[in-house]
């Protein structure tokens, strides 16, 4: 093997070349692996859509069979228990031998018809004509307090709930006028279905089967 001897100058050429091709080797070497990562990502997600598509097709189906199967059961409800109309959001079912539940529900939002702001102007003047020393202010402000809205803009239907408490216990016709108008305002609007089931383990204790994506470990 034949030795090259080599200058000072010419060593740090060299130097300089050899780290210059070693920085383009690894900036290549990074960029295949982007591109090699970025492939790996389509194949899994292109892989995995489909998949999850059909579990959602699969929930779906077996979410409306089960709330059409009910139907039934919550009309004979209503009738054994001759309700003319059913408010409830949720219907919760048990066997016989407590081992089993299965909770059937809506979830909703919060929501008033225009008409809702004659009712608190009502409430709001009839209740401030009140304050007039520590203890009517109180009042004042704990009615003020009820009817302050949420981040959507709407009164909590359960604050309400405790205005027509406030409003019968003072008896003034105004109030509860007032109050009972923002009741019929109430408009809510229904956005989820929800399922929730759940079985006794040896221990006697309730255990919920998720039934979410995000429910399972």
Do not use: C
């Amino acid at each position: 093997m034949e030795n090259v001897t080599m200058t000072a100058d010419e060593r740090r050429e060299f130097e300089a070349y050899r780290a210059e091709k070693q920085k383009k080797e690894a900036a290549e070497r990074r960029k295949q692996q982007r591109t090699d990562y970025a492939a790996m990502v389509d194949d899994e997600v292109r892989t995995t859509l489909p998949v999850l598509r059909e579990l959602s097709e699969q929930i779906k189906t077996v979410k409306s069979t089960v709330f059409g199967n009910f139907d039934a059961i919550l009309r004979m409800k209503s009738e054994v228990l001759g309700l003319t109309k059913d408010d409830q959001r949720s219907h919760t079912f048990t066997t016989s031998d407590s081992k089993f539940r299965l909770t059937l529900g809506v979830n909703t939002v919060d929501g008033y018809r225009d008409t809702v702001e004659d009712g608190i102007a009502m409430v709001k003047g009839y209740i401030q004509s009140l304050a007039k020393d520590e203890t009517s202010k109180a009042l004042v402000n704990a009615v003020l307090r009820l009817l302050s809205r949420d981040g959507q803009g709407n009164i909590k239907a359960s604050r309400v709930l405790q205005l027509r408490k406030m409003a019968e216990e003072t008896g003034d016709e105004r109030f509860i006028e007032g109050v009972q108008i923002i009741e019929e305002s109430y408009q809510p609007t229904e956005t989820k279905k929800y399922i929730r089931a759940e079985y006794k383990n040896d221990k006697g204790a309730w255990v919920n089967i998720p039934l979410g994506m995000t429910d399972v470990e």
